[in-house]
């Protein structure tokens, strides 16, 4: 997420004076491109890994900072949230070995981050949304206490007007909101860095944007979110919905959102984005500026362009343009922020040597992509693959009708990858290793995301959501550690899981979601109907707004109906017999502590609330469930 050092001002004449800052840097970036002053004739390559963190239950373990204090390297360091944090891998230079020998810095520093958080019973995940995330973890005290997460949190929502809304649609729908920011932080990503030219760059960016819908079709991660099968890319509609500032109710009028994929390609310039984002996006972070950046050029030294880089780290773009400066020489790079995290190291290595290869293996006739490729293609790309994966089919150069993506990828691009690999002279073995994975991931169909879907899917037939996420979550690391690439894994089982502490531990963990619920204004009669063709014993009652007021059971209808003998009850109401304001529980609530409520007030089930609202129902026959799959589990044991 970037510089820490950041703060908020409310004072017009400090924004104003950083807000010049900037306009200097642009002029000195502007001066710097016009002397050549940029590093040539060598290409790095680089890497930041984000990672979740789990416990032993296989859920988010808010414990980055005691891992970062135990590990005291500065290769590690904070994200968002308490439970992720990210790794800064060293730059390479973009040749020989470097795709092996970036696999082998990453395992080594992965291995040191599981030893480091066996002391605080954590574990790291690469995945680019944890599954067992819900919104209960999504709190303000698992805000890694950084200045720069707090100022764009609150900015943030004040930029809203209120919460921060997220509508996902796929297989499942997702209607949600949320106090904070902690949105973002459910994402996880892969991001891969490639040194170029300032001669190369607008060809290069434009380039980068053109294959980023079949480069992210091979490689996502991200299917499950809040127990929900959404887009095979999820991370891609939730980042930037979490991070939009636009209200839902002011959406008539076109403003770009901080998030975004580009609107339109480079057409001379890396200044032109610079110069887009400054003109549509309001600064939300400043720091104090300590250089003169166009002083420095007329001395020969080279600005930071501190101010220039710490918006252009507020706008997140897809593929994002960087600056920087080693050896003390200047250079230029392209960030690709698309991929996810995991689903092994070596699917990443292989994700990145793929990205890489297309990179450098630019055909000469696509370098001016403007003259073939309309920019709302490529755009229309990226979101087909987000939503879905491999089984997208692109608009394409060369291509009257659609492609699908197995067929673009294995046919045109693999091999335009490998020449590019060969170019750059990587080692052959690394080559064949890490494209073959890619061509066998693509031809078999079995990206991370379709394994998590498929594990989820045959798991929930026969358990609860909550203990499916678990034993997908766990299969997932499980499978991690072995560390071969995903298309060979077989799918998870429920065992994975762990035993009933990790399963039935919470009242969240085994409650209903799926209810059906009825109004205070409902006629009792329909009511009645309904429960007997379903055969509901129990069902909530709700207002409008979603806030429990009632419940209404059968043996509370029985009694209605003896008690009314004779009388008119045609027009009677739900509202007139329901049980007002019964006894409720949380889905945080233990297991065992809200059966102790059920026997002390003779219960039947228990709504489960959140913030006043209704979010599921525990019955007596939840916990016979419950009791089935334990004496299964001792009977196992005793075997």
């Given at each position: 997420m970037g510089e820490s050092s950041v703060q908020m001002?409310?004072?017009v004449h400090e924004k104003n004076s950083f807000i010049l800052n900037i306009l200097k840097d642009i002029k000195a970036f502007e001066l710097m491109l016009e002397k050549g002053m940029f590093e040539t004739g060598i290409e790095r390559i680089g890497a930041e890994q984000e990672m979740a963190l789990v416990d032993n239950h296989w859920k988010p373990a808010p414990v980055n900072l005691e891992i970062l204090n135990s590990l005291n390297d500065d290769h590690f360091t904070t994200e968002l949230a308490k439970f992720n944090m990210e790794i800064n891998l060293d730059p390479l230079e973009f040749k020989g070995k470097c795709l092996s020998d970036l696999e082998s810095e990453l395992r080594s520093m992965m291995t040191r981050v599981d030893d480091a958080g066996v002391e605080f019973d954590a574990k790291p995940l690469l995945t680019g949304i944890l599954p067992t995330i819900q919104?209960?973890?999504l709190i303000f005290e698992n805000i890694t206490p950084n200045p720069r997460y707090k100022i764009l949190s609150d900015l943030l929502l004040g930029f809203?007007?209120?919460?921060?809304?997220?509508?996902?649609?796929?297989?499942?729908?997702?209607?949600?909101?949320?106090q904070n920011i902690l949105f973002e932080a459910c994402n996880t990503s892969f991001q891969v860095h490639l040194q170029v030219e300032a001669d190369d760059f607008v060809s290069k960016y434009n380039w980068a944007q053109a294959i980023s819908g079949p480069v992210l079709a091979a490689a996502t991660n991200s299917p499950l979110l809040?127990?929900?099968?959404?887009?095979?890319?999820?991370?891609?509609?939730l980042f930037q919905q979490s991070i939009d500032i636009l209200k839902t109710e002011k959406i008539i009028r076109d403003k770009s959102p901080r998030v975004l994929f580009g609107n339109e390609w480079v057409r001379s310039s890396i200044i032109e984005l610079f110069q887009e984002d400054i003109a549509r996006h309001k600064v939300i972070f400043t720091a104090p500026i300590e250089e003169d950046?166009?002083?420095?050029?007329?001395?020969?030294?080279?600005p930071k362009l501190k101010s220039l880089m710490l918006h252009n780290g507020s706008v997140y773009k897809w593929n994002r343009p960087c600056y920087g400066i080693m050896n003390g020489k200047p250079h230029l790079r392209i960030e690709n922020r698309l991929l996810p995290s995991g689903p092994t190291v070596v699917d990443e290595i292989a994700n990145t040597a793929f990205w890489l290869g297309l990179m450098k293996g630019i055909p000469k006739e696509y370098e001016n992509i403007i003259d073939?490729?309309?920019?709302?293609?490529?755009?229309?790309?990226?979101?087909k693959a987000a939503r879905m994966g491999l089984g997208a089919q692109f608009t394409w150069i060369g291509h009257e009708k659609m492609i699908p993506s197995h067929e673009l990828i294995c046919k045109e691009l693999l091999p335009m990858a490998r020449e590019g690999l060969n170019k750059a002279n990587i080692d052959k073995k690394d080559i064949d290793k890490y494209l073959e994975i890619i061509e066998e991931r693509v031809d078999s169909q079995k990206t991370g995301s379709q394994w998590m879907v498929d594990s989820f899917s045959r798991l929930k037939k026969d358990v609860t959501i909550d203990e499916a996420l678990v034993a997908t979550t766990a299969g997932l690391y499980n499978r991690q550690k072995i560390g071969k690439p995903a298309h060979t894994w077989d799918l998870a089982v429920l065992k994975e899981g762990g035993s009933w502490v990790n399963r039935y531990r919470f009242i969240g963990q085994i409650m209903s979601t799926d209810l059906f619920t009825v109004s205070e204004e409902d006629l009792v009669n329909l009511v009645t109907n309904i429960m007997d063709w379903r055969n509901?014993?129990?069902?909530?009652?709700?207002?409008?707004?979603?806030e429990l007021k009632g419940l209404i059971s059968s043996d509370l209808l029985i009694n209605f109906y003896g008690t009314s003998f004779g009388k008119d009850i045609k027009n009677i109401t739900i509202g007139d017999v329901m049980i007002a304001n019964p006894i409720t529980v949380k889905p945080g609530t233990k297991t065992i502590d809200a059966l102790k409520i059920m026997r002390k007030n003779d219960l039947k089930c228990l709504p489960v609330i959140e913030e006043k609202k209704l979010v599921g129902i525990v019955t007596e026959y939840d916990f016979v469930k419950i009791c089935h799959a334990l004496f299964e589990e001792l009977e196992g044991t005793k075997a």
């Open positions: 001002s409310n004072e919104k209960s973890d809203r007007g209120g919460h921060f809304e997220l509508h996902i649609n796929g297989t499942d729908e997702l209607i949600t909101k949320h809040l127990g929900k099968r959404l887009w095979r890319e999820t991370r891609i509609a950046s166009l002083a420095m050029i007329e001395n020969g030294q080279v073939k490729m309309d920019f709302d293609d490529a755009k229309t790309n990226f979101i509901f014993h129990q069902v909530p009652v709700e207002n409008s707004k979603g």
